[in-house]
Every structure is written in C-alpha cells, then in structure tokens.
C-alpha cells in the first residue's frame, strides 16, 4: 500500500501543468499544483471544505432547532466563546452542542426544538450532565460541594 504523501506526489506529478482555478481568479502566480477536485491546490480546498463545513451545521441548526447559523454564532460570542458551564471547552475542536428543553410545550417531536426551548451552548459532557441529572440532582450535588454532609456526620461523633 503507497503512502499518502507518495500518493499525493504521484497526483501533483499528473497535475503540474494544471494550476488552481481559484489561484487564477484572484490572481496568484505562483504555481500551485490543482490536484484536489476543481481543479484547486490544497489551500483553496481546505478553504471550501470549511466553507461546506460551516453551511452544513447551519442548516442542521436550523432544521433542528429553529436557530440561524448567525444565531448559533451570536449565542456563541455571548458566551464568551465557551460552554456555559464548564468555561473550558471552545468549541474549536468540536462545535458547542444547542442545549434546549425538552419539555417545551410548543407542539414539536421532543428531539427537537425551537428557538423558545434553547437554554445554552454547552460541550458534550455538560450536555451530557445536564440530560442525565434532573435539577434535584443537581443541587444535591451543590450541596455536597458547598458542605459535604460526611464531614457534618464524621465530626458530630
């Protein structure tokens, strides 16, 4: 099996004379090989996969849970570009998840939601928790952090 660099050199080697549409329209000279599907060089494929990429997550957005994709960004930098919650997670790597209630009463599948249902973007584990534990849960486990009732019951004795 050739490796992928031997594979790409091989199709670079085919393609020499072929140069990126896009590099031609905005005027780059130099001479990028077009071996991605195009014709484009590496960046300006790279480029449009985001692009797609982008577009794609608004639309399942949209279809899911009645937000925008610049709602989904507008939501995102009023969050200070971060979970909710835990603070730590960018969503560089992975996009913040649409946290909503599936409890809305405005008459769509629980799956999905509207902009009324949304509460936060969240990471997955967040999300996650959130599903898992009920509120109850929750400030049970705020409780146990604020005043550990082991300590309560092994230092009255």
Do not use: F
């Not at 560089?92 to 809305?104: G, K, M, Y």
């Amino acid at each position: 099996m050739p490796r992928q660099g031997a594979l790409l050199d091989e199709a670079a080697a085919m393609t020499a004379d072929k140069t990126c549409k896009d590099c031609l329209a905005e005027g780059i000279t130099t001479k990028r090989p077009a071996i991605w599907p195009g014709p484009r060089c590496q960046a300006h494929h790279r480029k449009i996969v985001k692009v797609r990429r982008v577009r794609a997550h608004a639309r399942r957005t949209e279809a899911t849970y009645g937000l925008s994709g610049d709602d989904y960004w507008r939501l995102y930098e009023a969050q200070g570009r971060r979970c909710y919650i835990c603070q730590r997670a960018t969503g560089a790597a992975r996009r913040l998840a649409v946290d909503h209630d599936h409890r809305c009463a405005e008459g769509h599948p629980r799956d999905q939601g509207c902009p009324r249902c949304v509460r936060a973007l969240l990471c997955g584990p967040c999300n996650q928790l959130l599903g898992r534990y009920g509120e109850e849960s929750l400030k049970r486990a705020i409780e146990v952090l604020r005043d550990p009732p082991a300590q309560r019951t092994l230092l009255d004795t």
